[in-house]
């Protein structure tokens, strides 16, 4: 079956610690993105990504890095600079490079704790 | 910058009855989406609403859209208690290079 994997499910930093998430489709989707999610709260946006060796800065980018090597992978990196990394953390795809013309498929997240 | 307000914010209702929420948004709009998230999980997908529509279906699902309003419901009919979840309204401002906004959600716990 087609779909986003994202992993770990769970994941604990401590204290100036970079940590990777991991976000895998399988979807052959062109756009990917990463959101955070706090308690009670929307999605935020992070990161996206359009093309392959391409990606914008979202809304709340700082202490947040990524690439795009692959079409199918779009790792997060949650750096010692985000001092408030505590969130649920949720990939997504879409078709084509319309970035809102066409429904996201989400991942299960990945829910970052601070040790 | 929040777009979409859902309204309520939580819902309590018996498996049977239908269930409706509120999305208003401020600007002007190419579509508007809704997602269903159940707890711990992403969200999924349910409708994408175009600007030039009025109403869609989907099944037990009926959004409508009042662009004049800036807002959208979402009428879920004889409620069943697997729609407990939390539902989100998502708008895209402008075609093809804008990002979707996401709404806080309506919390809906539909009891057995």
């Known amino acids: 079956d087609g779909g986003i994997t994202q992993s770990p499910k769970y994941l604990f930093r401590k204290e100036g610690q970079n940590v990777t998430l991991s976000c895998e489709q399988n979807?052959?989707?062109?756009?990917m993105y990463w959101y955070r999610q706090d308690p009670g709260q929307g999605l935020r946006l992070i990161y996206y990504?359009?093309?392959?060796?391409?990606?914008q800065k979202g809304d709340i980018a700082e202490g947040y890095s990524v690439s795009r090597e692959k079409k199918e992978s779009f790792p997060l990196t949650v750096t010692s600079a985000q001092k408030n990394p505590t969130a649920f953390y949720l990939c997504a795809s879409s078709f084509g490079t319309g970035l809102s013309n066409q429904p996201q498929h989400f991942g299960d997240g990945t829910r970052l704790s601070i040790l | 910058s929040q777009q979409g307000e859902e309204d309520p914010q939580a819902l309590s209702i018996q498996e049977g009855e239908n269930a409706t929420m509120n999305c208003s948004y401020k600007t002007s709009i190419n579509n508007l989406q809704w997602y269903r998230q159940n707890s711990g999980r992403g969200l999924v997908h349910l409708i994408l609403?175009?600007?030039?529509?009025r109403e869609k279906h989907s099944g037990r699902l009926r959004v409508t859209l009042d662009t004049s309003k800036k807002s959208s419901s979402l009428l879920i009919t004889a409620s069943r208690a697997a729609d407990t979840a939390s539902y989100f309204c998502a708008t895209a401002r402008s075609y093809n290079t804008d990002k979707l906004i996401f709404g806080t959600g309506t919390r809906l716990q539909v009891f057995p």
């Open positions: 609403i175009r600007s030039n529509e």
């Open positions: 990504s359009q093309i392959v060796n391409d990606f």
């Open positions: 979807l052959n989707h062109d756009a």
